[in-house]
């Protein structure tokens, strides 16, 4: 994946287990009279752990408007928004102007998968070809690959934290809608937001350029268990160590800006 992932603004979190527990009954066949088996009492299985809810903060009577337009009428908005948090040249530059927000569910909600489809993507095509660096039998990510992803990790890290949170809160409802339109009726957007950050922060930093098998649409990394993390770990990695550390800085801010109003749910 060769885009960034710097389109992550803002809020909340559930991440909750479900435990079924049933009983288990175990009958022994009495063929002759016998003493009575010892009962066995199972432990107690222990408790289903607190469920972390992250509310979508409130926005201020000054930024919220009266309404917001419906998802289908919604670009103009979007488009304005991001260019107020981005500025023109790098909406420009960076961004598709139509289907804003389905396009950054979509693909927010395909980065800890194993892929993501460039047809979802909200930012463009990262310009030049993805440099290598050869040694002998040995192939690894040229250092000089990382300048490929300057302009987007620079406006990123350009970023307002709390801009961006004011302005994710007051089109909120139509991220919602989105995330519905993908089938997911009974759960939050914003909960999704969260894990899909974590997610992103727990990507490896490997010291040195990681070596590459040899390509066949495209490279892929020699080590398996890099090759078999998420599609939003792997784009980290492949922007280099300085973008990655950058970029993780950026969402760390913003994860904390989210997390101010998380509250824990017992099940």
Known sequence: ????????????????????????????AVEAPQLPAAVVVPAAPPAPPPETHYPVPQPAAADAPPEIPTLAESDTALRAALVSVFGQGAFDLLFYP????????????????????????????????????????TTVIDPANAARYK????????????QSVALYTRFYPLFQEAYKDLGYPKTYFNDRLIAVIDDLLAAPEPKDPPKLAEPHLMYQFADPSLEALPAGQKALIRMGPGNEARVKAKLRAIRAELAKGAVTVQP
């Open 151 to 162: 302009p987007y990790v620079d406006a990123f890290d350009a970023i307002d934290v709390h």
């Open 98 to 137: 139509k289907d804003v927000v389905r396009r950054i569910v979509a693909t927010v909600d395909n980065l800890p998968r194993e892929k993501v489809s460039q047809n979802v993507l909200p930012t463009k095509k990262v310009p030049g070809r993805f440099l290598v660096a050869t040694n002998g039998d």
């Open 1 to 28: 994946m060769k885009n960034l992932i710097w389109w992550l603004v803002p809020v909340a979190l559930t991440l909750g287990a479900l435990y079924w527990f049933y009983q288990y009954q175990h009958r022994n």
